[in-house]
């Protein structure tokens, strides 16, 4: 496991080993990470799909409710697995943009690698993974300004194409954006900056932020300031369909 930081001195269940700018980990004896052992507790987190119908979201909560976990102590939710592994994901983005060269490959190679690493720990379903690296990656400075954000954007682009690759977890973009905002509505004009940067980078494509955009709540603050936008998606759209019907 690579990480950007030491074992912690009262954690005897791993050493580490620095390696350039960041320390590989290997587990002392016989540790198995989320299943009980005789000397150790560990825990096992089951990742949700938010996208999953009722059965199967019924089959996950009974799979967290049978699991036999040692004392009240020593249980471990699927929410306190996605707490830690967001605060790794964000001090491992923290520790990548105080070095020398943020969008160094090499670094963002690292990065990337700490990420996943710190997933197969937790076990977390990948939609949280895309859902964390999103919001943390837009949130990672606070009172951050849009030519910062648009740099930082652009300079860990590859980042973003790792995760987010496939109908499904592009669709989580907008997912974050819409959480970020609901939390913090001062937010939503620079939200909306990033939805058009993405768009522009054939990231979110005109249908899915259109889709998306008809599906927010009337109350969201997205729905005012996302509107010209939107306006303009549309009317592009329409413009496209009239030339193929000419052509």
């Known amino acids: 496991m690579i990480f950007s930081k030491l074992v912690e ?6 050493t580490s080993q620095k390696n350039g700018n960041y320390y590989i980990w290997k587990t002392v004896r016989d540790v198995h990470l989320w299943k009980k052992n005789k000397e150790y507790f560990n825990f096992k987190c089951i990742g949700r799909d938010i996208f ?15 699991t036999d976990h040692i ?6 939710t699927e929410q306190n697995c996605l707490e830690t592994f967001a605060g790794e994901v964000k001090d491992s983005m923290l520790a990548t943009l105080q070095s020398s060269d943020p969008f160094d490959r090499g670094n963002i190679s690292s990065l990337i690698l700490e990420i996943n690493s710190s997933k197969m720990v937790h076990n977390v ?4 993974v895309c859902l964390t690296v999103m919001t943390t ?14 740099d930082l954007l652009n300079g860990w682009k590859p980042i973003i194409k790792n ?8 669709k989580l973009i907008l997912v974050a954006i819409e959480d970020i905002v609901k939390n913090n509505d001062a937010l939503s004009k620079l939200m909306v900056k990033v939805i058009h940067m993405f768009y522009n980078e054939d990231i979110l494509s005109e249908m899915v932020i259109i889709e998306w955009y008809e599906k927010l709540a009337e109350d969201h603050k997205l729905k005012v ?15 496209e369909d009239d030339s193929d019907d000419e052509n």
């Open 9 to 14: 001195n009262d954690d005897n269940r791993f």
């Open 52 to 66: 999953g119908d009722d059965e199967e979201i019924k089959n996950s909560d009974d799979e967290i409710n049978n």
């Open 137 to 150: 990656l837009l949130q990672i400075e606070e009172n951050i300004t849009w030519k910062r954000l648009n």
């Open 163 to 170: 995760y987010f690759n496939d109908n499904h977890s592009i």
């Open 125 to 128: 379903h990948m939609d949280g």
């Open 225 to 239: 300031d996302a509107k010209v936008l939107y306006d303009w998606l549309c009317q592009d759209t329409e413009e």
């Open 71 to 76: 004392g009240d102590s020593s249980i471990k």
